[in-house]
């Protein structure tokens, strides 16, 4: 897969989530492709964002908060097995910014770190790939 969104603006994306209450992302996760991304990089299908945000209504969104910050340590992981150097997105980066940030910035901080991270790991694969539509890029392979 040939990833076409690898400068994403992390900062603006996490400062409009804040200013929706999170239905921003219930939109731009599939329509932006950024859910088949995160599905590709990590390997697996992840949990579809909508049914973190319903579960998150039920848990005052500490659920939603959880779920990112696994995807995010999972995110870090797969940066440093591909060889990319930090400062990298984590589990203590997004819930720590998002819990104890400054209202306003806290999250869209967190959230540049983790597009940050989305998009080198998105661009490393893209040059081991080629850049070729279609192809397929794993670990291990050039």
Not at 2 to 17: M, Q, V
Not at 38 to 67: C, H, K, M, N, S
Not at 89 to 108: I, Q, V
Request: glycine fraction near 12%; hydrophobic fraction near 45%.
């Amino acid at each position: 897969m040939a990833f076409k969104h690898t400068h994403r603006p992390g900062f603006w994306l996490g400062f409009i989530d804040f200013f929706t209450a999170g239905l921003f992302f219930l939109l731009y996760m599939p329509l932006g492709g950024l859910q088949d991304e995160l599905d590709e990089i990590l390997g697996r299908r992840t949990q579809r964002y909508w049914v973190a945000y319903l579960l998150g209504i039920l848990t005052l969104f500490v659920y939603p908060l959880v779920w990112m910050a696994r995807i995010a340590e999972e995110l870090k992981a797969r940066a440093i097995e591909l060889g990319l150097e930090g400062p990298y997105t984590s589990w203590w980066h997004m819930f720590g910014w998002n819990t104890f940030g400054l209202l306003l910035f806290g999250p869209a901080v967190a959230t540049q770190r983790f597009f940050d991270t989305l998009n080198r790991v998105e661009r490393e694969l893209n040059r081991r790939n080629g850049g070729k539509p279609g192809a397929e890029c794993r670990i291990g392979t050039a």
